[in-house]
């Protein structure tokens, strides 16, 4: 198996490099890793007829290894430009477009990564504010339009003035990398989140059934207001939900 790590900021030895470079030292051979900075790179979009022998080099390297390793700092709140501008280039070749423009999974499908993200920012208002939420989130968009599995975000907050790791992150980031040698080669938890959905709905029907047991919404004579009120609360309780799990809930400490 091989992890690519893939480093997207203004320096090339700062601490976003540190982060990679420790999740890196996690994986042990018969594992192997490479480290690309990308300014080491002069990428350009595609341009038809037109030979783009970076990109290419780039994406040999890409279908190359299992697992990647996306780590960019967060600049203005969102993902470091480095990092966008290599998503930017590479999106007609992480994933397959159709007639109307409307983006497919392609070669990349059923690979991993793990991101990196860091900040000036405090932990606290990190966690309250999601500074690095942004960052985050435009891997994410890339890579699951791409087909690519996540497997775990790490962030660093607090990095105004920092040249060494602290010892707990260098820790996690390590234990992950370690982690990285067990990946398997497809994804195999399909059951696992039927059976985290069963769950799922189970106790969220209770707690609507609860609700409107407690706001004595279940009368026995009127089907339709006990329907009608457990399908409001019910879609609100799914809606905070999967509002909480698909936009809000990303590392920020
Ligand atoms: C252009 C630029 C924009 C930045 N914007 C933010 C920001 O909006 N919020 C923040 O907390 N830190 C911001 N930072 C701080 C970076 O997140 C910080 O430099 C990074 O954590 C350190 O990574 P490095 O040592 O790998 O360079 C910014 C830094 C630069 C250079």
Redesign the pocket.
């Known amino acids: 198996m091989k992890v690519l790590g893939i480093?997207g900021?203004?320096?090339r030895?700062?601490?976003?490099?540190?982060?990679l470079s420790t999740v890196l030292a996690g994986v042990k051979a018969p594992n192997q890793t490479e480290l690309i900075y990308l300014e080491d790179y002069p990428f350009k979009p595609d341009r038809e007829g037109q030979p783009n022998p970076v990109l290419d080099e780039l994406e040999q390297k890409m279908l190359a290894s299992d697992v990647w390793v996306l780590?960019a700092?967060?600049?203005?709140?969102?993902l470091?430009?480095k990092m966008k501008d290599f998503f930017d280039c590479m999106r007609e070749r992480l994933v397959r477009i159709d007639h109307l423009g409307g983006t497919h999974p392609d070669r990349f499908k059923n690979k991993h990564y793990l991101s990196i993200?860091?900040?000036?920012?405090g932990t606290f208002?990190?966690w309250v504010t999601g500074?690095?939420d942004q960052s985050f989130r435009t891997i994410d968009k890339v890579m699951t339009a791409a087909g690519v599995i996540k497997l775990h975000e790490l962030v660093?907050?607090n990095?105004?003035g920092?040249q060494e790791l602290p010892e707990s992150k260098k820790q996690t980031c390590l234990k992950w990398g370690q982690r990285l040698n067990s990946v398997k080669k497809r994804d195999d938890s399909t059951l696992k989140r039927y059976i985290e959905l069963f769950f799922m709905i189970a106790f969220m029907a209770l707690v609507t059934m609860g609700i409107q047991a407690g706001f004595h919404l279940l009368p026995r004579h009127s089907f339709w207001l006990s329907y009608g009120s457990f399908v409001v609360i019910f879609y609100v309780l799914l809606a905070s939900i999967l509002h909480f799990f698909t936009v809000v809930k990303h590392r920020r400490r």
Request: aromatic residues 12%; proline residues 3%; glycine residues 12%.
């Open positions: 480093l900021a203004h320096r030895d700062g601490i976003t490099e540190k982060m780590a700092p967060t600049y203005w709140g969102g470091a430009g993200t860091d900040c000036y920012t208002e990190n500074v690095t660093l907050t990095t105004f920092m």
